[in-house]
C-alpha cells in the first residue's frame, strides 16, 4: 500500500527538499503551498499532486478535509523587529501560519491515522523552538507552542500507532536565508561569508548552513516503518548550537 505524505510550504526550500525526498522514497506526496505555479511545477517534476492553499487562512482551513499517513508541517515566514516595534499583525500571521494550522491540519488528519492503525507527524520547528533570540518574538514562541503542540499529538497518538516529532534545524540554505545573508551584509558593511560565520552561526560549532536535503534525510527517517519508537522528541541539525 503506498502512503500518502502531505508536505506543506511544499513548493520551495525544506519543503520542496523533503517533498523531493519522500517521493523518491515512493510516497504519493502532495506538495500544499499558496504559491500554485511552484506547487504545481514541483509535482509535475517528481510524480506528486499540488494542492493550492493559504494556511493562514485558519478560518478556512478549520472545515478542510485533510487524510493522509504522514503529515509534514513545515510552511513558515519570518518576522524581525523588537517586541515594541513588532506590528501585532505580523504576530497572529506567524502564529496561525505556523502554530494554528500545524494544529488544524493534524486535527483534521489524525482520525483518519488513527483508522487506519499508522501514521507520523513531523513538525519542521527550529533551534528557536529550543533558544530564544532577540528581535523574533513571534516566530520563536510560535515555535516553542509547535514543540508542545508535537508532544501532546505524540502522547495521544501512540496507543493508535500514530508518532510525532520536530525537526529542529538551525540556519538552512534557502531562498529566505540567503535573502537574510544578503541584508546582513549590506547592513554591515562585510562580506556575505563572513555574515555567515560571524552573524548567523556565531553560536555554532559547524560552520556552515544546513542543506535542505538534510533535513529532508532525517523527515525520512522520522517517517519510516524503523522509526516506530521515536516519538514527542526534537532532532536538532544545528551544528552544534544548542549544545551550549
Known amino acids: ?38 506547487a504545481a511545477a514541483l509535482a509535475e517534476e517528481i510524480g506528486a499532486r499540488p494542492w493550492t492553499v493559504d494556511l493562514a487562512d485558519t478560518a478556512t482551513l478549520e472545515s478542510t478535509a485533510v487524510d493522509c499517513d504522514v503529515l509534514v508541517n513545515n510552511a513558515g515566514v519570518q518576522r524581525v523587529a523588537p517586541v515594541h516595534e513588532l506590528a501585532p499583525e505580523d504576530f497572529r500571521l506567524i502564529h496561525r501560519l505556523m502554530l494554528e494550522a500545524p494544529f488544524l491540519l493534524a486535527r483534521a488528519a489524525l482520525p483518519g491515522m488513527y483508522a487506519r492503525g499508522w501514521g507520523r507527524v513531523v513538525n519542521i520547528s527550529s533551534a528557536h523552538g529550543l533558544r530564544a533570540s532577540a528581535f523574533k518574538s513571534a516566530y520563536v514562541s510560535a515555535k516553542h507552542g509547535l514543540e508542545g503542540l508535537s508532544k501532546v499529538v505524540a502522547l495521544e497518538g501512540a496507543p493508535h500507532g500514530v508518532t510525532s ?80
Open 165 to 244: 516529532n520536530c525537526v529542529n534545524p538551525g540556519y538552512v540554505r534557502t531562498p529566505l536565508v540567503e535573502a537574510q545573508i544578503a541584508d546582513q551584509a549590506a547592513t554591515h558593511g562585510i562580506g556575505e561569508d563572513e555574515v555567515v560565520e560571524k552573524v548567523m552561526l556565531t553560536r555554532s560549532a559547524v560552520k556552515r548552513l544546513v542543506e535542505p536535503a538534510e533535513v529532508a534525510a532525517l523527515v525520512a527517517y522520522l517517517v519510516s516503518d524503523d522509526a516506530a519508537m521515536v516519538t514527542g522528541a526534537s532532532y536538532t541539525l544545528d551544528g552544534g548550537w544548542t549544545a551550549q
Open 1 to 38: 500500500m503506498t502512503r500518502t505524505a502531505i508536505v506543506t510550504g511544499g513548493a520551495s526550500g525544506i519543503g520542496a527538499a523533503v517533498a523531493r525526498r519522500l517521493a523518491a522514497d515512493g510516497l504519493d506526496v502532495v506538495v500544499a503551498d499558496r504559491d500554485e505555479r511552484g
